[in-house]
């Protein structure tokens, strides 16, 4: 049903008309000469500059901007691609089918914010659009199809690549180049990352941003802002004084331990752990410990964490740093790794090379690479956080008993963080973006913004058949495998779309056993991509396929084919969010192409286990336990059907506290430590001289009216000999003392140098603070989520406690940066960091739990 609320209906009128009006000016810019169509920038800019609304120029904008693509691509942008450009100029997503040629409307939509972000005369003042998109292949492609049509209209275009400064030399040079376009393309990640990367600089001549973040564009929007919009971009670092083998030990210790093997044989606790979880697969709620199925937390009760610390082998004395390596952790760690991931489900083990083991045997090398649920592809760069991957790692490695090397990650610690929706805010304008498969509600409720229906050029004659239900796996494979072997018999061409490697595993088991001929496509069979995608269209073929074949890929069909009805999709289980499944439904029926689909699910789906109420699930299953023919009662399906919507439910309920938390601590402090840091980083010589005696007139402060402070700063500074009865003369005589020493000090430097020195030192002082500061607001975070009780007051809470625990920072920093202005040789507390010059490409990480 059409929400006769929704920002389409209402709007839809108006876009129309304005795509008319730009039709209907075709003639008017078609006999301009080149030069003239570029000047036409300047004269929309002069309109901007007097006042007048983008709404003011639109049409003539979008007439002349349609001009320029005519020439330089020689192609007409169809009516569509103009009405989701006008509706995008209003901060939205348009959402567009694949194939519908959303590549387009990035240069009519940027160009009519580029018209705003550049309208000031002076030329310092421009701004830069950002078109971000989700892969790198994309990003230099458009760039170099579009900048033809930018360049023409008068505006400079550059691309940032994703590539580290291991990999190219002219790294930082090609990036600040890059970034002073008016057009900017490059992937979400390396800009959200070049941001950090900025907050991080001891020079700020490095810095990649010069110009204004006006706005952004986000191709496939729904990827980028709403399947990551959880995972947080993550700079870290390594952290120096940690031995490598220390840390990979205690992970192998977790994990001998949870595994009751080396010494820990059937100790009570390993007995306990395997009954508890090997019996009780899902959320059972025990006496001895509660497991949170929804979030992968684990709590372990109070007696078992006491007979856990009274197991007096090795492990005992690992306890290195609290915070890193934490016993509690690293168990409940390790039996998320054991119990809970999977390979070929969430990771796969992939095969990078060779090396000789500890043994002195060449053998084969395999990685731990996570594999992104929506879109079945492998994310070589991104790791877990808090220690899983290591336990993840840990137990791979124990399984691998000797006949092959698991790589292992070195325990990293967090230096910046920041998730898409924060970083969306950055924008001066916001964010607006192009999708496939919008979820109107999900983009309203985190980003606030409106999602606009393009219709498609060419109304789709999809058939969606009705979702089959059988009581078990077994038969539910059965049913497909007829399913698709009717359908193949008369060379229909079949998309068959799984959930996970795993499962892709278990179907094609039952096609082997039928003798069905298929292709593969996912994490662990992803070589031939395009190939496979222009096969899958062709009479006869079968392809199984998880989410890979999900996002933008467009499969072609033969002519013979679209007689055969099109391309059959076959969804064998349902994802945990209905949007990915109507990703995979969207692959058939494109631009008026017949098409079907159907989705089947099992009482045993994993959706189902995990969101049904259990006795209930039990005696269904019982009651349909002999029925392998499709269940028809509507109750149960109807009740199936909820199961999808309360897990979408519940995982809205979790990101919006999550964004909460975001929004409130982590980005607020963010933003004052950035300012400060920030503050310092730009200052010229005499603004820190000045920075700096803000802090030690604090001090004077503070000794004037404490004598315990007095006492203590007896040798720096002769307290009474500095008396005066007006006390702003008195804290400065004091000031000027301690200012002297800190002069003094430098006098055997050059005056610029020890000040990039001590301001070096300073920036330093800040970011040690900020990393200890993100973990423990991380722990805090962890703690209340854990929890599991989640009200508007735990928010409350967290932001008063988060806050007491800033101020408290602040004030250490600034203690510190004294006590190091006045004795400039002593060593910085705190952290200490690894070497920053490696921050940036390989350790550039996203997603957590
Ligand atoms: P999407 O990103 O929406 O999946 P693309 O931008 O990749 O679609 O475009 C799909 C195909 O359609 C491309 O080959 C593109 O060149 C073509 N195309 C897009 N717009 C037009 C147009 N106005 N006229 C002709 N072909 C177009
Ligand atoms: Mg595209």
Redesign the pocket.
């Known amino acids: 049903m059409e929400d006769i609320l929704s920002y389409t209906s209402l709007n839809k009128g108006r876009i129309e008309k304005i795509c008319s009006n730009v039709n209907k000016l075709e003639s008017k810019y078609s006999s301009l000469s080149d030069y003239e169509l570029s000047k036409m920038t300047d004269r929309f800019r002069f309109y901007l500059r007097e006042g007048k609304s983008i709404d003011y120029i639109m049409e003539d904008a979008l007439a002349v901007c349609k001009e320029a693509?005519k020439r330089k691509?020689d192609?007409?942008?169809?009516d569509t691609?103009i009405m989701a450009a006008a509706a995008m100029s209003d901060n939205i997503i348009a959402e567009?089918?694949?194939?519908?040629?959303?590549?387009?409307?990035q240069i009519l939509s940027a160009y009519l914010y580029a018209l705003n972000a550049t309208k000031d005369l002076d030329k310092s003042k421009w701004g830069n659009i950002h078109i971000l998109t989700a892969n790198e292949y994309l990003a230099k492609r458009d760039k170099e199809q579009n900048e033809k049509v930018f360049n023409l209209l008068g505006l400079s275009c550059g691309y940032v690549e994703e590539k580290s400064k291991l990999d190219n030399p002219n790294y930082h040079r090609d990036k600040q180049k890059a970034y002073r376009q008016d057009i900017v393309y490059g992937t979400a990640k390396t800009v959200a990352f070049d941001y950090l990367d900025d907050n991080q600089l001891k020079d700020v001549r490095r810095r990649f941003f010069k110009r204004e973040l006006y706005h952004a564009i986000v191709?496939?929007a729904d990827d980028i802002l709403l399947d990551q919009a959880l995972s947080p971009l993550i700079l870290s670092g390594t952290l120096a004084g940690v031995d490598v083998m220390e840390s990979i030990n205690f992970s192998n210790y977790a994990c001998y331990f949870v595994n009751g093997v080396k010494g820990y044989r059937n100790t009570p606790v390993t007995c306990h752990l395997a009954n508890q979880f090997n019996r009780n697969r899902h959320d059972e709620f025990n006496e001895d410990s509660i497991i949170f199925k929804d979030c992968l937390r684990i709590f372990l009760s109070e007696d078992l964490m006491d007979e856990i610390y009274k197991d007096k082998t090795n492990f005992q004395n690992v306890d290195i740093q609290e915070k890193l390596f934490n016993k509690e952790v690293a168990i409940t760690n390790a039996i998320l790794a054991k119990y809970f991931f999977k390979r070929n489900k969430q990771y796969i083990l992939k095969e990078v090379g060779r090396d000789i083991d500890t043994d002195g045997k060449l053998k084969r090398v395999y990685e731990v690479t996570l594999i992104s649920e929506a879109t079945g592809r492998q994310m070589p760069k991104t790791k877990y956080r808090d220690g899983i991957q290591e336990a993840i790692e840990a137990q791979e490695a124990f399984l691998a008993k000797g006949k092959y090397i698991v790589k292992r990650t070195n325990r990293k610690i967090d230096r910046s963080v920041i998730t898409y929706p924060e970083f969306a805010k950055l924008y001066k304008t916001g964010i607006s973006g192009?999708t496939?498969t919008s979820d109107i509600e999900d983009f309203r409720d985190i980003y606030n913004l409106e999602t606009y229906e393009v219709p498609t050029r060419i109304p789709s004659i999809r058939k969606d058949e009705e979702t089959e239900l059988y009581s078990t796996k077994e038969y539910k494979y059965e049913a497909i495998v007829r399913d698709i072997y009717q359908r193949n018999q008369k060379l229909q061409p079949i998309l068959v779309g799984t959930i996970s490697v795993e499962e892709s595993d278990e179907l094609c088991k039952y096609l082997d056993k039928y003798g069905i001929k298929y292709q593969r496509l996912d994490a662990m069979n992803e070589q031939d991509e395009a190939l496979k995608i222009e096969k899958a269209g062709k009479k006869g073929m079968i392809t199984v396929a998880t989410n890979m074949a999900g996002r933008?890929t467009?499969i072609k069909l033969d002519e013979d084919v679209k007689a055969l009805g099109g391309l059959y999709v076959i969804g064998v289980s349902k994802n945990k969010n209905k949007r990915i499944d109507r990703q995979l439904m969207g692959r058939c029926a494109r631009q008026g192409d017949p098409g079907e689909t159907k989705y089947y699910q099992s009482l045993d789906d994993e959706l189902i286990l995990s969101r049904y109420g259990k006795a209930k699930l039990l005696a269904y299953k019982k009651y349909y336990a002999d029925q392998q023919t499709k269940i028809n009662n509507p109750r149960v399906i109807d009740m199936v059907n909820k199961c999808q919507e309360r897990e979408e439910s519940l995982s809205k309920e979790d990101r919006k506290n999550k964004n909460e938390i975001q929004t409130r601590v982590f980005s607020a402090h963010r933003k004052k430590m950035f300012e400060q840091r920030n503050r310092i980083l730009e200052s010229t010589n005499k603004d820190f001289v000045y920075i700096l005696m803000d802090i030690i007139r604090n001090y004077a402060t503070s000794i004037i009216n404490n004598p315990e402070e007095a006492n203590k700063a007896r040798h720096l500074v002769n307290v009474e000999a500095c008396y005066n009865e007006d006390s702003s003369i008195y804290r400065e005589n004091i000031a000027s003392v301690i200012f002297n020493k800190f002069k003094n000090a430098g006098r055997k430097y050059d005056i610029n140098e020890y000040m990039l020195f001590v301001k070096t030192r300073f920036l330093d002082i800040i970011d040690s603070y900020w990393v200890s500061h993100l973990m423990h607001l991380e722990d805090m975070e962890r703690t209340i989520l854990n929890s599991g009780i989640f009200t508007v007051d735990t928010i409350d809470e967290f932001e008063i406690e988060a806050n007491k625990l800033f101020a408290d920072m602040s004030d250490c920093i600034k203690n510190e940066m004294l006590t190091y202005a006045i004795y400039p040789n002593m060593e910085i507390g705190s952290y200490v960091l690894g070497d920053s010059s490696v921050i940036g490409g390989d350790i550039r990480n996203e997603i957590t739990r």
Do not use: A, H, S, W
């Not at 192609?75 to 169809?78: E, G, N």
């Not at 567009?96 to 409307?105: A, D, P």
């Open positions: 693509i691509l192609i007409v942008p169809y691609q567009m089918q694949t194939g519908e040629g959303k590549t387009l409307v191709d496939e192009m496939g933008g467009d």
